[in-house]
């Protein structure tokens, strides 16, 4: 089992940039693929990125290639989301995710969440 605690969220103007963490409990950090994933008000959640056990290996949502960069340090069971070029569309709440499959877009495939950290992106 694994709990998970997002922070850095906030307001940013477009074009700024945020990092998340999120920190995770427990002794098996280092055993769960990582993800991000995002919800707007009125849409589904959505997929963001996705980082393997080792963190060698990653995979992004098309829409934010080359702007956001995932990573994490599992000496310290957190995972990072480092987002530029931010853009007012991507107001939404982020939520960290844990699974076991890598990669893996899909919701029903990470079983523990965080409770989310808001991001406001103002035009």
């Known amino acids: 089992q694994v709990q998970l605690v997002e922070s850095g969220g906030g307001l940013v103007q477009a074009g700024g940039s945020l990092r998340l963490s999120c920190a995770a409990s427990?002794?098996?950090?280092?055993?769960?693929?990582m993800g991000w994933f995002r919800q707007a008000p009125g849409k589904e959640r959505e997929f963001v990125a996705t980082i393997s056990t080792s963190g060698i290996s990653r995979y992004y949502a098309d829409f934010v290639k080359g702007r956001f960069a995932i990573s994490r340090d599992n000496a310290k069971n957190t995972v990072y989301l480092q987002m530029n070029s931010l853009k007012p569309e991507e107001t939404a709440v982020y939520y960290c995710?844990?699974?076991?499959?890598?990669?893996?877009?899909?919701?029903?495939?990470?079983?523990?969440w965080g409770q989310g950290t808001q991001v406001t992106v103002s035009s």
């Open positions: 427990g002794r098996t950090f280092s055993s769960y693929v």
């Open positions: 995710t844990a699974g076991r499959r890598f990669p893996s877009k899909l919701t029903r495939e990470y079983d523990h």
